[in-house]
Structures are given as structure tokens and as C-alpha cells.
């Protein structure tokens, strides 16, 4: 059943506040999928309604549009809840990120069509969400005003269609390969009819694969039903006799009569080439049983929201908890195809052995939060990633920025395959060259004159920062955002060269992970740019300036997680520090909420979202619950607008279930920062058989303060507990205050 809308009936939900799950009931049914594919501005969630397996590359799903336009931000995925119309369904999509690509292979039903050329506008079909359905693995809506019924169902590398047309109507079906997403374009396609199957590929150059040149993808389409007529097309115009035609627009017609048909059809879907495509479909091949792969795919979902089992709280917390979950498995992207082939981001097809390859890394988002989670909940998941930019590392010379489909494409500051890699190892994720990774972080770290052998990526204004300690205003970009994360980084390789027993490279890079209190303006309490000459040029808190990269002073002055007591001094001291945090927080609850970035603290981007649990380090514990609560309540919703900004990548999601776990990465180190948890109990079974609970004494609806912590009944002292503990099972157990 969907959350939202069920063809226009509305789903009751349980009124029992403190219920728990039985056993037997489906935790499919508390995923929302609506959550999170509306919103307004930097609001917008870009989410999808469509269905997917976890990590699957196969995502079909509508991609929407409004007449008269809408913002393009709007539909980085390409559906966005307040759009009115469905252009097509197209087959592979980005899930939650900033900046439109993919929604290629565009599929959509048609019941008259002009006789001529055919325009997009001549099948795109109304929308109203009454008409329409998701549940998870399962898609459907009818379209207007055709009324034409469209279910959509998808395998790992499969898109899964059934198409019921009214009768007494004509029944058509248009493939489009020009369609994608943003500023996207095909600039080479090519379709073949053969016999039964139709097969192609296109060259597309989206907003971000561009960056690289763009990707290849290739499919293999199988009706159930031969067309009565079906007409390749170019630039729209028919193209009749042909059987095979390529161009930078084709798309084809398929015509099946007007008698009301029921068009079933599965398309595989490949990054290699037609022969991936084709075994990828024949692997997966359904028989056109769409019932049967909505089932199969609930159950792989089924399985994995299994493992974590919540018990009690609100039912709307439950339902953003569940469709946090959910939301977590979307991306990376399940590169690897049959025959455990895959395209590499150097563009060679290899063997993945032993291992999953994974591309889709919005990394400077997802070291955060997602990925310490992973290492928690899916360790083995974790390390597949691992290795994934391990070889995308070893094939390039290169470590990863943000790596999409095949290709790299080197996107926003810093280098955070580094923390992914090093964090996860300090959590115990093993089954990397963790050793030949620090050697290349290593030589990114190093001043050129200084490294054994030449490194192609290295620290964002390196020389500068090697020399100065900083970068400089007026001669880097964002030169505080660059300052502070390399002062993070070099402690992320610092802790990690610890780990490793080299003792003088930990002193090394610890000591330069102080480097933030080069960008702190004593005077003002803020991160600021500081000239080459070493003078502060001072920017109003609230600038979106140049010195710094998607966020502000306000914003940017909170990003030292690795040093807090060293930052409260370098603020002033630890009332300033804790002033400072007031404020922030503070000035954002006091605004009202619009469509624009938030001045203050905003959670709807990474730079910050660390930035509650400051408090618990100073010693604030019961701020930091107040907070915590606070962006919890406002920050998420179980409607369209349920995310504060795009996903990016999960890292928003799985802020929502860290923080409903009531606990928080302390990164590089192998340490959680104990928060405050939302629901009585949670049983999470770990990958090693072990079960971890956590669960909340004296747990009342609103209770947010927290006056001890426990372990398997130890009291646990200070801020923080190991991931070790975690990971070995037990339970731990927060005292709420009664």
C-alpha cells in the first residue's frame, strides 16, 4: 500500500502512539515514498516515487514537468511532487543529489499521436496524485487524460512494465533516447529492431557526466506482444522502412492496435554494451510477471528493514525512520553485471572478484554520516565500497571526488574517499589495501619536493597551505572551506597513521590538523579569510562569500569536528564556544522557513549537520538534545517536503536515523558521540550475528534530556563510546529523565 495516495483513496493510519510492530508485520508498509520528492528551492529533496533494489541500477521512474516551467533544481531526479505532468518514464536516476543527470531511455504511453512529426508535448499525459501509487517496489498511476494505466516494477538491471490501454483507443508507445535530465544531451543514439526485441544505446553528457565526457548506455527492450506497426523516428520525424537508424535524437513508435491491450515488457539495462545488456535482461528475465517482480523485490527490502527493528513512538516518526532506511540503500549504484563484469571509471570493462563494485559516490556529503552508519549496519556493504574506490584510486592515479556511472567527475573541495577509507577502517572495516591507501593519501599530503613518487591529487591550494598553514584570500577560492578541510583531513590521516605505527607521520599531520585556528578571527569568534600577509579581510556572518563553498561563516565556523576543545579555545574559550552554538541555532529557529538557504544553521547542507552534537563535547549534553530534537521535529516531515534540501546521497537520512539511534560519528577515530534517541527500544541485528538494542528508560513521547548512559549495565563516562562495543553486540541503554 502507498503512504501517500492509493488511486485516489485515502490510507488511514494507526492512531496508537507507543504500538509496537508485531513480528509479522510488513516494514515495507511504513516506507513513505512520497517523502522527500517535493519541497520548494533549496528544499527540494530529489527524491524518486519509482522502484528500485537496493543499490540497483535499474530505477525507473516518472520524470515530471509542469507547464509554463518549473525551477530545473526542482528535478535532479526527475520527478518532483509538485509538477502536474508526466513527460516519460526513464529507466537509470540519481537518488537525492544537487545537480540534475542520468533519466535516460525514455518510455512513455500514448493513446492518439499526430500522424507527422511527433514533439515531446504530443505524449506527455496530466498528472494528479490521486491517480497514483508507490509502495516499495511497486509504481503505478494513471494518466490523463487518456486514462491509461501504467505499472512499474524493476529488477537489479531490469525495468519491468505493464501497460493497460482503454479500449476503443489507439495504442501507442514512444521510446525516446534525446530525453534526459538538466542541461543533458544525447549526442549519439542508435536502435535496431530485431525480430521480438528492440536494442540500442546512446551517448548522453549530463550536468555532471559531462565533466567527463559523458557515459555510454546500452539496453535490450522485449514486448510481450509484437506491435501491430512500429516506425523509427529522428529528431521526431517517422522514419518508416528503417530498420535501423542512429543520430544524436532517435526514438522509435510502436503502434499495438486499439482494442484495449495489455502491453507487458522488461528492459535490461547495461554500461558495458548490448551484449551486457542482453545477458543482464536474460539473468533477470520475469516472463513479464510483473506481480512476481513487485513481490520479489519487496522481499529484498523486507529483509533488509528487518534488520533493524523499532518498537514503539509516534507513528509519523516511524514512518521518516523507516523511509530514512529506505532511502539509505538507494546509491551508490550496483555497477557490477553479469557475469560480475563491470566499466571502470578509466573506461575498461574488468572482473569484479570477491567483491561488488559501486560507483555513484556524492562523497563530500557521504563521509558524514552515511558511511559510518554502513560500517555499522552493513560492514560488508561498507567494505565493497572500499574496494570500489580502492580500484577507481588504482586505475586513475586519482583519489575519488565523485565518481558518477564511469567516469570521475571531480566535483566540490577536498578529497573524502580519504575519510571514507580511513574511517571505516577505524571501525573495523577491513578487506582493502588499507596500507597502499595511506601511502597515496600520504603523498597527497606531502609538498611536492617531499613525495616518493608524483601524486596526481594532493591538497586543495597545497603549496600555499604547506607554506602558510592556510589558504589565502584572493589567491584560492573558497579559501576558508579549503583551509578547514584539509585541517581535517591531515587529522583523519594523522589518526590513521597512528593506527598504522607511523609515529612521525601522526605527529606530523595531527599537528598540522590546527590549521583551522589560522581562519578563526579572534576578534569576532568566526572563521574568516585571511590574506597572504597574514591580515584577517572580515565578511558579514550571514555572506554566502567567495571565501567559502556552499554555506557562510556562521555556517562554515562550526566545521573543526575533529578538534572541538581546541576550537571552544580558539573561539574564546568554552562559553563562547557554547554562545557561538546558541546563536546559530537560535537565529534559524527564529526565521522564518523559505525556499533560500537558511543563514544560520542549515541542515538542508553538509557543512554543518555535525554541528549539535558540538554541544555534547563541550559537556552541553542537554543543549545538544534540545537541538537534536528540535531539527529532528522541523528539519523532517512525512510529506513531499520531508527533507530539508536534496539527499544528497543518503547523507540527510541517514542523519535522521543516527541521531533516532541517539548517536553520532566522531570521525576518524572509531567513536560515536552518544546523542539522545527518539524511540523506546531498537534492535538492530548485526551482520555477525549479534544483535545490538538500544533502547531508552523511562522513554516517554517529547523526551529529549538524557542523565546517564549505559552499556550491558556499566555506566558509560563522557561523550563517547567505541564502535567496537557497538559493533560486538550488547545493549546500550540511555537513562531519559523522568
Known amino acids: 500500500m502507498g503512504r501517500r ?13 507507543t504500538a509496537e510492530v508485531p513480528p509479522q508485520a510488513a516494514l515495507t508498509e511504513e516506507v513513505d ?10 528544499g527540494v529533496g530529489s527524491m524518486i516515487p519509482g522502484p528500485h533494489h537496493p543499490f540497483g541500477l535499474a530505477k525507473p521512474s516518472p520524470d515530471t514537468s509542469t507547464r509554463g516551467g518549473a525551477p530545473g533544481f526542482s528535478h535532479c531526479a526527475g520527478y518532483w511532487y509538485e509538477d502536474t505532468e508526466v513527460q516519460t518514464f526513464s529507466q537509470l536516476h540519481l537518488v537525492g543529489t544537487g545537480v540534475p543527470d542520468l533519466g ?14 511527433l514533439r515531446p508535448a504530443d505524449y506527455r499525459a496530466d498528472l494528479e496524485h490521486r491517480l497514483e501509487e508507490a509502495e516499495v517496489g511497486a509504481y503505478r498511476v494513471k494518466l ?18 505493464s501497460i493497460q490501454y482503454p479500449a476503443g483507443q489507439s495504442a501507442h508507445l514512444v521510446l525516446d533516447l534525446a530525453h534526459g535530465l538538466g542541461g543533458g544531451e544525447t549526442v549519439s543514439s542508435g536502435l535496431r529492431f530485431d525480430g521480438d526485441e528492440v536494442r540500442g544505446w546512446l551517448e548522453h553528457r549530463g550536468d555532471m557526466s559531462g565533466r567527463y565526457g559523458g557515459f555510454r548506455a546500452y539496453f535490450v527492450l522485449r514486448f510481450s506482444q509484437a506491435p501491430a506497426t512500429k516506425t523509427l523516428l529522428e529528431a ?32 535490461g539495462l547495461s554500461f558495458i554494451d548490448e551484449a551486457g545488456a542482453q545477458a543482464n535482461l536474460d539473468a533477470e528475465w520475469a516472463n513479464f510477471d510483473l ?24 507513528p509519523v516518526e516511524r514512518a521518516k525512520f523507516y523511509t530514512a532506511l529506505y532511502h539509505l540503500y538507494a546509491m551508490p549504484t550496483d555497477l557490477t553485471e553479469a557475469e560480475r563484469r563491470y566499466r571502470g571509471i578509466d573506461g575498461v570493462v574488468t572482473t569484479a572478484d570477491g567483491f561488488t563494485y559501486y560507483s555513484d559516490f556524492s562523497l563530500w556529503d557521504t563521509f558524514r554520516t552515511f558511511h559510518p552508519l554502513m560500517a555499522l549496519l552493513s560492514p560488508s556493504v561498507q567494505r565493497d565500497f572500499n574496494r570500489s574506490l580502492e580500484r577507481m584510486a588504482d586505475v586513475s592515479g586519482r583519489i575519488p571526488k565523485w565518481p558518477l556511472a564511469v567516469g570521475e567527475t571531480n566535483t566540490m573541495i577536498g578529497y573524502h574517499a580519504e575519510t571514507v577509507l580511513a574511517d571505516s577502517y577505524q571501525r573495523g572495516v577491513t578487506g582493502f589495501d588499507v596500507e597502499a591507501a595511506y601511502r597515496r593519501f600520504r603523498r597527497a599530503a606531502l609538498p611536492a619536493a617531499e613525495r616518493d613518487q608524483e601524486s596526481l591529487r594532493e591538497r586543495d591550494c597545497g603549496e600555499r597551505y604547506f607554506g602558510l598553514g592556510y589558504c589565502a584570500v584572493g589567491e584560492d577560492s573558497s579559501s576558508v572551506s579549503k583551509t578547514l578541510e584539509n585541517a581535517f583531513a591531515d587529522h583523519v590521516i594523522g589518526t590513521l597513521a597512528q593506527s598504522l605505527g607511523e609515529a612521525a607521520d601522526a605527529d606530523r599531520f595531527l599537528a598540522r590538523a590546527q590549521a583551522y585556528r589560522q581562519v578563526i578571527d579572534p576578534a569576532l569568534g568566526l572563521a574568516q579569510g585571511k590574506r597572504a600577509d597574514g591580515s584577517f579581510q572580515p565578511v558579514a556572518p550571514d555572506l554566502f562569500a567567495e571565501e567559502f563553498i556552499e554555506g557562510n561563516a556562521w555556517q562554515w565556523t562550526s566545521f573543526v569536528p575533529h578538534d572541538v576543545p581546541g576550537w571552544a579555545e580558539a573561539l574564546g574559550g568554552r562559553e563562547r564556544a557554547v554562545d557561538y552554538l546558541d546563536q546559530f541555532f537560535q537565529g534559524t529557529a527564529d526565521a522564518e522557513d523559505s525556499p533560500l538557504p537558511d543563514l544560520y544553521y542549515w541542515h538542508g547542507n553538509e557543512p554543518d549537520i555535525h554541528a549539535a552534537y558540538l554541544y555534547a563535547e563541550l559537556g552541553e549534553r542537554d543543549r545538544m538534545a534540545k537541538w537534536v530534537d ?3 521535529r522541523t528539519r523532517y516531515n512525512d510529506g513531499p517536503s520531508g527533507l530539508d534540501g536534496n539527499d544528497d546521497g543518503g547523507t540527510l537520512s541517514a542523519w535522521l536515523i543516527l541521531a533516532d539511534l541517539g548517536l553520532f560519528p566522531k570521525l576518524g577515530e572509531g567513536r560515536w558521540i552518544l546523542g539522545t534517541p527518539a524511540f523506546p527500544k531498537v534492535t538492530i541485528a548485526l551482520e555477525n550475528g549479534a544483535q545490538l538494542v538500544i533502547e531508552a528508560e523511562n522513554w516517554r513521547a517529547g523526551a ?26 550488547g545493549t546500550l541503554t540511555f537513562v531519559m529523565r523522568p
Open 5 to 17: 495516495v492509493m488511486l485516489g483513496l485515502t490510507l488511514l493510519l494507526g492512531c496508537s502512539s
Open 33 to 42: 515514498l512520497f517523502i522527500g520528492t517535493g519541497g520548494s528551492g533549496f
Open 104 to 117: 535516460v531511455i525514455g518510455l512513455m504511453p500514448a493513446a492518439a499521436l499526430p500522424e507527422g512529426n
Open 144 to 161: 490523463l487524460p487518456s486514462g491509461i494505466d501504467v505499472r512499474v516494477g524493476a529488477t537489479p538491471r531490469t525495468s519491468i512494465y
Open 236 to 267: 521526431g520525424q517517422r522514419r518508416s522502412g528503417l530498420t535501423t537508424l542512429e543520430g544524436p535524437a532517435v526514438g522509435a513508435v510502436f503502434d499495438f492496435g486499439e482494442a484495449g491491450a495489455k502491453v507487458d515488457l522488461q528492459l
Open 291 to 314: 506481480a512476481a517482480v513487485q513481490a520479489r523485490t519487496r522481499e529484498a527490502w523486507e529483509a533488509l528493514l528487518r534488520r533493524v527493528i523499532v518498537e514503539g513512538g509516534e
Open 630 to 632: 528540535w531539527i529532528r
Open 704 to 729: 529529549t534530556q538524557v542523565d546517564a548512559v549505559k552499556f550491558d549495565g556499566v555506566a558509560v563516562e563522557g561523550p563517547f563510546i567505541d564502535h567496537a562495543k557497538l559493533a560486538a553486540g
